[in-house]
């Protein structure tokens, strides 16, 4: 019910959830997931990270937290979070692959101007799509390294 509150927009409500579940099970990992959550929805973003954190290293995550954690890893430039919580999506949640593969090839270009990382990053996010979703991921990678993934494929043949 609070996460429905959430996507509402509606914080305060989320917040009396939130509380009557601490107070059932307040180690939880979809208890301590909605914590970050809305202490992220509410603009404390640092807090987020560190309940997102210390949740990880608990190893007391779903889906949500890890996601949230990996937002927030990349909105505040901590690439070392971000990095351990895109690990964790792509080995515990498959279908996420493409999509973080996406985003790290964006981060490893434009924030640490690193190409080769990136570029691999482009090449698993390619790896990872269905042939019928690849209309759809190519336009998101930039050119020069589409270019390049083209180039190296052709050589390969």
Avoid at 3 to 18: D, E, F, T
Avoid at 41 to 69: F, I, M, P, W
Avoid at 71 to 83: N, T, V
């Amino acid at each position: 019910v609070a996460r429905a509150h959430i996507s509402l927009g509606n914080l305060p409500q989320a917040k009396v959830y939130l509380a009557r579940a601490q107070a059932l099970q307040p180690q939880a990992p979809a208890v301590r997931s909605l914590e970050a959550i809305i202490v992220a929805r509410s603009g404390h973003e640092d807090q987020a990270k560190e309940l997102a954190r210390k949740a990880l290293a608990d190893k007391a995550y779903d889906y949500d937290l890890v996601n949230t954690a990996f937002a927030l890893g990349l909105r505040s430039k901590d690439w070392e979070f971000a990095r351990q919580a895109a690990d964790l999506l792509i080995r515990e949640w498959p279908p996420t692959r493409v999509r973080v593969y996406l985003e790290l090839g964006l981060m490893y270009h434009q924030e640490l101007k690193d190409p080769a990382k990136a570029l691999e990053m482009y090449r698993m996010a390619l790896a990872s799509t269905p042939q019928a979703q690849l209309g759809s991921v190519l336009p998101q990678i930039p050119k020069p390294y589409l270019d390049q993934l083209v180039q190296i494929s052709s050589s390969k043949k």
